[in-house]
């Protein structure tokens, strides 16, 4: 009886050329990418595991929604949850009252606005405050800068640049004198100087719009 073996297939026969083909193209990469030595491969391995690092830093901030962990975000959240959820009663009682909590704050924030907008425009305007813009801003290189003339019809000086309040109180004091003493009217106006309104640091002006900006960068 005549056993027959399996067939086994050959190997594959390997061609010299294309494996020293394929070593030349390696070489070349190496070549190309600047990896010949030992000291440039672990720079290239450094820079390869810093871009991993930085493409899942990338995917983790898109990943990552920041929430305010005070009223704003509770209102944005609590919905979310009792939804997820199946509005269970204790769930549903949270989100309602960040919902209520959200319409008071901005109930009170539009107050606010109103009482400041009514402030500048009615109170002020019956009371005769003007716009300060620019008034006195050179009050130092006065009479030679330009608008150096105040609202009271004299030359700015820096020892006579009061606030609104201020100049307001000084010019009803000397009203109030001429009214008393009419016959001295000149004298009056000679001797009393209630000063002049106007900007009393325009160094300050700016640093305060610095840092109001400055505290609005976290709402941006």
């Not at 009886?1 to 083909?21: G, H, K, N, Y």
């Not at 989100?95 to 907008?117: D, E, G, H, P, W």
């Not at 003007?130 to 801003?137: A, K, N």
């Not at 109180?169 to 001797?191: G, M, N, Q």
Request: hydrophobic share 40%.
């Amino acid at each position: 009886m005549a056993f027959q073996l399996p067939c086994v297939p050959a190997a594959p026969r390997i061609d010299e050329r294309e494996l020293f083909s394929s070593g030349a193209q390696s070489e070349r990469e190496h070549e190309q990418f600047g990896v010949q030595d030992e000291r440039t491969m672990k720079e290239f391995r450094a820079k390869i595991a810093a871009a991993k690092m930085t493409g899942l830093v990338k995917i983790k901030e898109k990943r990552v929604v920041p929430i305010d962990r005070g009223l704003y975000g509770a209102a944005l959240v609590m919905p979310q949850l009792a939804r997820s959820a199946g509005y269970p009663r204790g769930l549903t009682i949270l989100m309602i009252r960040s919902y209520f909590f959200l319409l008071v704050n901005y109930c009170a924030q539009a107050m606010i606005l109103y009482f400041i907008a009514k402030e500048g425009i009615i109170w002020d305007a019956f009371a005769g405050q003007m716009y300060l813009c620019d008034f006195g801003r050179a009050s130092g290189s006065c009479p030679d800068a330009p608008n150096c003339v105040g609202p009271g019809g004299t030359t700015f000086s820096p020892p006579r640049v009061y606030s609104w309040d201020q100049w307001t109180t000084r010019v009803y004091a000397r009203d109030a004198l001429k009214a008393i003493f009419p016959e001295k009217s000149d004298d009056i106006a000679r001797l009393v100087d209630p000063g002049e309104y106007g900007l009393e640091s325009n160094t300050c002006r700016w640093l305060c719009c610095v840092l109001f900006t400055a505290t609005l960068l976290g709402d941006l």
